[in-house]
């Protein structure tokens, strides 16, 4: 069994977009409009996670410069921000090596695959994942 600190710590990195499945229909799930749907469907989002323990700093940034970042204690409520600027209060779970979260409208996973960062939102029985490469 790995040391549990060590699976938290192995999130640490910067990571870009390699791929994505089920990207429209959980998009137009959650109501997107089209042109929002069409922007979002090939950017090469980076992924930038910082670790100190359970304190997690996890940025997004898109094409343009708009970055979307949540500060979070794992097993602690936190204030969280969606893709679209709206605020909530969540908190985030381990269970097993992967990161959880109830967002709003969606179920969040992330866990690290070799050196990928995968993704998993789910909403309505759409399961959308999107796999990052590390960059550093």
């Not at 749907?37 to 989002?45: M, T, Y």
Request: charge should be neutral; charged fraction near 25%.
């Amino acid at each position: 069994v790995p040391d549990p600190s060590s699976i938290i710590m192995a999130f640490s990195g910067k990571y870009e977009v390699a791929s994505q499945e089920n990207y429209d229909e959980f998009m137009k799930v959650l109501k997107y409009p089209a042109d929002t749907i069409e922007k979002g469907r090939n950017a090469k989002v980076i992924t930038e996670v910082t670790q100190n323990g359970n304190n997690f700093t996890w940025s997004q940034v898109y094409p343009g410069g708009k970055t979307m970042k949540n500060t979070f204690v794992i097993g602690q409520e936190s204030e969280m921000e969606t893709m679209d600027g709206k605020k909530f209060k969540a908190t985030v779970k381990m269970e097993g090596n992967k990161i959880v979260c109830d967002f709003p409208n969606y179920h969040h996973t992330s866990e690290i695959d070799g050196a990928n960062l995968v993704e998993t939102s789910t909403c309505s029985g759409v399961a959308y994942k999107r796999i990052s490469k590390k960059l550093a």
